[in-house]
């Protein structure tokens, strides 16, 4: 641990690093939010089960929003990635139909027999999904807890 992280834990000052990345609504360009993601490992290692936990759960998030926010398939996926010194938070964000409410239920998903929310409930350490903030579109967002040998 160096002096500066030192101090900003004792002050509770965090070291937050924030990262947006928008991508076109389409499969093919879900592996550059996991591309991402990889490089911001190298601030702070994850571990390699915690990075590929955290790519599958990218990977279902982004999936979402690709396969049923946008009918005709033009529209735009957000994702927002803020590594925190104890977390790192992603939240994947899109302008389409939204959801109903319901389906944030334990066990339900988005679509009819698949496990996309219930994979990422289950790599998550905190998990949130509804309508996007300020109206139209859906969000979703996940927290993974850092272990202290990853910091």
Known sequence: MTTETAVARRTGKTDTRAIRLTIPAK???ITLGRLALTGLSRLRPLGEETLADLK???TEA????VRHAYGD???AVEIVYELHDDRL???VVDDGAGFEAHAQEPG???VEGGLGIAIIRAIADE???GPRNGGRGSRLRFVKL???AAR
Do not use: R, V, W
């Open 108 to 110: 339900d998903d988005l």
């Open 27 to 29: 499969a093919e360009y």
């Open 56 to 58: 599958l759960a990218l």
């Open 146 to 148: 850092l272990p202290e």
């Open 62 to 65: 982004c999936s979402n929003s």
């Open 89 to 91: 938070a992603i939240e």
């Open 127 to 129: 998990f949130e999904l």
């Open 73 to 75: 398939g033009a529209g």
